[in-house]
């Protein structure tokens, strides 16, 4: 299962982007539709009350009541379609009306309130909705006063029909955004992904051996993470020198003294001769690791085939009398993620062994797996190995004359190799009928 940390960039840029869309501007629609419905009730409650005392500056007091002109300063109120209205009631009787009014059936509540106080508020006559703002007030003098009622109306489904005009504008709007957005978030995600692009170009010239160190231009962010590189690609150098110097001293200091070893009487003896071969063998040994480089973290790619071929060609050389029926399946872009000396090694010593262990057929299959790596399979039709003596023959400091038709000469090497590189080998009979060796390179555990 892939942890969070190990989420692609691009999978969390979609993430922040389907938030966006899915989410945050849904959320943002519908809160500016809800601020602008409520903008939109408050803006008719001020333009009825606008127009309610409009009509209070129009009435005439008279002594059997009032009297208002028909025609009044608001034209919404004199046109026949409209969907405002405006009734005067005194004592529950309709008195007058406004021209929008000829045609209007409802007959709204008439009920006495509080005269000064106006009530605006959401009623339902004959099963449509309408804003209703009502004010009681007192007319006329000290010696003679009148009350009167004052109604305006306006249709609900007016304001629902502005109120879906602007919903429909909005969504246009919305999705103009959602674009614009989406298209500034992929812009943002391939500027950002460049410098991290550049330097995974670089680290991979670096293990293909095409470049020493990280040399490029990098956003501040980078900068310490380039230095870093730096300093321990030249640290494990350092290090890497030093050690095969060590190394490689070591084995030189040795060999003169083994010389004379062997040149001495001492060497007559066969269980001291054999010794001293053991001894040379080791310093060889390792010397050639010396000379090798083991796994680091940064690796060269090495083409597979030309070395593969090579190795057959000196095989076929070397085991003429033989004949032996070579037969080679590798992809031409296989590459293995290590030094080209290291991997001679590794085919050369268990293409050798398969030489001298088989009758007449030696099989070698490279193949490449996105999770596996890189996977190399020999086989022979000699005897084969027993199952007793597999795990003994990888096992470290085992005597590499134990065991038959050469299968143990160069393991000790092949095993270290293999194992500095996070490999495995898998020993078991082949379909030849003889030892097949299996060695598998994760990609993963390569870096």
Not at 307 to 334: E, P, T, W
Not at 359 to 388: Q, R
Request: negative net charge; proline residues 2%; charged residues 25%.
């Amino acid at each position: 299962m892939v942890s969070s940390a190990q989420v692609s960039l691009k999978i969390r840029q979609g993430f922040i982007l389907v938030f966006v869309l899915i989410v945050a501007l849904p959320a943002l629609f519908f809160s500016i539709g809800r601020a602008y419905y409520a903008t939109l009730i408050d803006a008719t409650e001020k333009t009825l009350e606008a127009h309610l005392y409009s009509l209070i500056s129009e009435v005439e007091f008279l002594s059997d009541g009032i009297s208002m002109p028909r025609t009044i300063l608001a034209p919404e109120l004199n046109r026949l379609n409209s969907d405002t209205y405006a009734l005067v009631y005194q004592e529950n009787t309709l008195v007058w009306y406004s021209e929008s009014a000829v045609n209007l059936t409802v007959t709204p509540d008439v009920s006495q309130t509080q005269a000064g106080a106006s009530e605006f508020k959401k009623v339902r006559y004959n099963g449509e909705d309408y804003r209703q703002l009502s004010l009681t007030v007192i007319l006329g003098n000290a010696d003679q006063s009148q009350q009167a009622k004052f109604i305006l109306l306006k249709k609900n489904s007016a304001l629902l029909a502005l109120m879906s005009e602007f919903r429909n504008t909005l969504v246009n709007w919305m999705l103009i955004m959602g674009v614009v957005i989406a298209a500034l978030m992929a812009i943002g995600f391939v500027w950002n992904a460049r410098p991290l692009q550049r330097l995974d170009k670089e680290i991979k010239e670096i293990e293909a051996g095409e470049r020493e160190k990280i040399s490029g231009l990098y956003p501040v962010e980078l900068t310490t993470i380039k230095a870093d590189l730096n300093l321990l690609l030249d640290s494990q150098k350092r290090q890497k020198e030093r050690y095969r110097a060590s190394l490689s001293d070591l084995a030189h200091a040795l060999k003169t003294p083994l010389a004379v070893l062997k040149s001495s009487p001492l060497a007559a003896d066969s269980e001291a001769q054999e010794q001293l071969d053991r001894i040379n063998a080791m310093i060889e040994h390792q010397l050639k690791r010396a000379a090798t480089g083991g796994s680091d973290t940064w690796k060269k790619q090495t083409k597979v085939k030309p070395v593969l071929d090579s190795i057959l060609n000196a095989m076929g050389k070397v085991y003429l009398d033989k004949r032996i029926d070579f037969s080679a399946h590798c992809d031409q872009n296989a590459a293995f993620l290590g030094d080209k000396t290291d991997l001679m090694e590794i085919l050369g010593n268990i293409i050798d062994n398969a030489c001298k262990a088989c009758v007449h057929k030696v099989d070698i299959t490279v193949k490449t797996d996105t999770v596996k790596g890189i996977i190399f399979i020999i086989s022979d039709d000699g005897p084969g190995i027993p199952e007793n003596k597999r795990e003994e023959l990888l096992q470290r400091g085992s005597r590499l004359d134990t065991y038959e038709a050469g299968h143990g000469v160069g393991m000790a090497i092949v095993s270290d190799l293999v194992a500095s590189y996070h490999g495995k080998i898998i020993i078991e009979y082949s379909e030849l009928g003889g030892a097949q060796f299996t060695i598998e390179f994760s990609d993963d555990q390569n870096h």
